[in-house]
């Protein structure tokens, strides 16, 4: 999940779009270490992430 931040900080992608493109560009399924047959994370796991990364660093 931490990857997915990653690339989306990267590429200007809002969670909606990072799963999006992932889904679509094998190569960037690779990035977080997703199989062919995983399914992609949808935008709520990336947006519980990025609260729960923002309250222990500005808490």
């Known amino acids: 999940m931490f990857k ?3 690339l989306q900080a990267l590429s200007n992608l809002s969670d909606d779009q990072a799963g999006s ?3 679509v560009r094998l190569s ?3 990035l977080p270490g997703l199989s062919l047959s ?3 994370p949808d935008a709520k796991p990336n947006r519980l992430l990025k ?3 923002a309250h222990r660093l500005w808490s």
């Open 38 to 40: 995983e399914k992609v």
């Open 51 to 53: 609260k729960a990364l």
């Open 21 to 23: 493109v992932i889904q």
């Open 28 to 30: 960037l399924m690779r």
């Open 4 to 6: 997915i931040l990653v």
